[in-house]
């Protein structure tokens, strides 16, 4: 009966873990901190001003005279990753301004980008999650991830300075509810023999 109930705890983990978002990925912390200025309108720059455990701060800086829709796309490309298995990539982006910014998400295979839908974020440095869908990718030559900030410059009259966090998502709980269904099942084999 014992037996029993573990194979059942297993199987529900298994379960469980195969149901919840276990085909996400995202970048690592380095690949966060490599981040520099792809491309841009308004002739901003944009330079990293600190490095967290799970990413990196940045600000992005638009000259006085800037005025209209302006962005900047920042990220980092030659990446070389084969997210074969995967179907959507996460980031999380918390915007540390004073006043509102929009973001958004895109991944580039060398040919074709996906880009998430964009978001205008509240000063709030609340960590947002931005997915896209990969699948339309060739998900074995992943090239060019970059973060794209926008705004209507200047922002209340004064404002052409983003600033904002990028940071990698935590695995999430299907890994570990599909590392406790192994470990169940290889304490399971072990006290069976």
Excluded: C
């Excluded at 308004?42 to 967290?52: L, Q, Y």
């Excluded at 701060?57 to 990446?79: I, P, Q």
């Excluded at 410059?153 to 990698?168: F, S």
Aim: hydrophobic share 45%; proline share 3%.
């Amino acid at each position: 009966m014992y037996k029993i109930k573990l194979v059942a705890v297993l199987t529900m983990n298994l379960v469980a873990a195969l149901q919840a978002n276990a085909a996400t990925v995202t970048l690592s912390p380095a690949n966060i901190q490599s981040f520099t200025q792809i491309s841009a309108t308004g002739s901003p720059v944009t330079i990293k001003t600190s490095d967290t455990s799970l990413g990196a701060g940045f600000t992005t800086v638009w000259g006085s005279s800037v005025t209209g829709v302006n962005s900047a796309d920042n990220g980092t490309t030659g990446l070389g990753l084969d997210w074969s298995g995967f179907d959507t990539f996460s980031l999380n982006i918390a915007n540390d301004n004073e006043h509102s910014w929009s973001f958004s998400v895109s991944v580039f295979d060398g040919t074709t980008t996906v880009t998430s839908a964009g978001q205008l974020l509240p000063n709030n440095s609340v960590a947002n999650l931005f997915s896209v869908d990969i699948t339309s990718l060739t998900l074995t030559a992943i090239d060019s991830v970059f973060v794209t900030v926008s705004a209507n410059l200047p922002i209340n009259g004064n404002d052409r300075t983003a600033e904002y966090t990028i940071n990698t998502v935590p695995v999430p709980a299907a890994a570990w509810l599909f590392g406790s269904a192994l470990g169940l099942l290889g304490w399971l084999r072990r006290h069976s023999a």
